[in-house]
């Protein structure tokens, strides 16, 4: 299969569960609508007023899902921030939200692999959160969107879960360090399944396709970028409630990480 033949795929199945998502929180009430709240925890909030990354700075938040995210760093001082994700009906939910807050952000649907960084001015800061890699194969790809999206100087800044937690991911209960697969894959994996971790249904979902990447792909992409590599925080708090048992287990492990990288040249 091509590249975009996956990311075809992807955006099926995430409109089906994004319809899922918006389903669940009309339910039970969605905690964004309420004014100054920031849908981020409190590890990259500190980490972003710490270094003052978000003040008075132009955001673009890649794979940005619903907007929670981006709507979060608007309100955190963005000046203009900029969504993007492949999802019609998620970037549809974040348009009404950026509507009902009347926090103003400017979304964008499209593949990452799509966007045109002469159509945009250049951003001081790119965010990419908990999730987002493991949809996209082509880290090459996207690291190069990413240096043509920022300006000289500017930086990326990604928030995300650890590789080697997912060697974790099927560990039965009484042997919650018990390893499966093989933190080296080739190739996409292939999933037919519920996306929906907002209400946590069970439906039979559409085939979706995620990518393993190692800490070492990661970093030699941007290098490949012309990304100069500033701060790699490995971390043993859990960004994506997947591996929140394992936080305070006496063996501790990089749950997540905070990478920080400067555009050169």
């Not at 795929?9 to 009309?26: D, F, G, I, P, V």
């Not at 009902?100 to 951003?123: A, H, L, M, N, Q």
């Not at 996409?188 to 990518?211: C, H, K, M, R, W």
Request: charged share 30%.
């Amino acid at each position: 299969m091509e590249k975009k033949d996956y990311t075809e795929k992807n955006r099926q199945a995430w409109n089906e569960a994004s319809l899922k998502h918006r389903q669940a929180r009309s339910k039970k009430g969605d905690p964004i609508l309420q004014d100054g709240f920031l849908d981020l925890d409190e590890t990259i909030i500190s980490y972003l007023r710490e270094f003052g990354r978000v003040e008075g700075a132009r955001v673009v938040n890649l794979c940005c899902n619903d907007g929670r995210e981006t709507i979060s760093l608007k309100r955190m001082g963005a000046e203009e921030c900029f969504g993007f994700d492949i999802s019609d009906e998620a970037i549809k939910t974040a348009m009404d939200l950026s509507r009902k807050t009347g926090v103003e952000c400017k979304f964008i649907r499209s593949d990452v692999y799509d966007i045109d960084p002469g159509k945009f001015p250049p951003s001081d800061l790119a965010f990419i959160s908990a999730g987002a890699l493991s949809w996209l194969g082509d880290l090459d790809g996207l690291f190069q969107i990413v240096t043509g999206l920022l300006e000289k100087g500017g930086r990326l800044l990604i928030y995300e879960i650890h590789p080697v937690a997912w060697l974790l991911e099927e560990a039965p209960p009484e042997n919650p360090l018990q390893i499966s697969g093989s933190y080296f894959k080739d190739g996409p994996v292939i999933t037919q399944g519920a996306l929906d971790y907002v209400g946590n249904e069970d439906y039979d979902g559409l085939v979706n396709y995620s990518f393993d990447h190692t800490i070492g792909e990661i970093l030699t992409s941007l290098i490949r970028a012309g990304m100069k590599i500033e701060e790699f925080r490995e971390l043993p708090g859990d960004v994506s409630a997947v591996f929140s048992h394992l936080e305070k287990m006496e063996v501790r492990l990089p749950l997540s990480y905070i990478l920080c990288a400067k555009k050169e040249g």
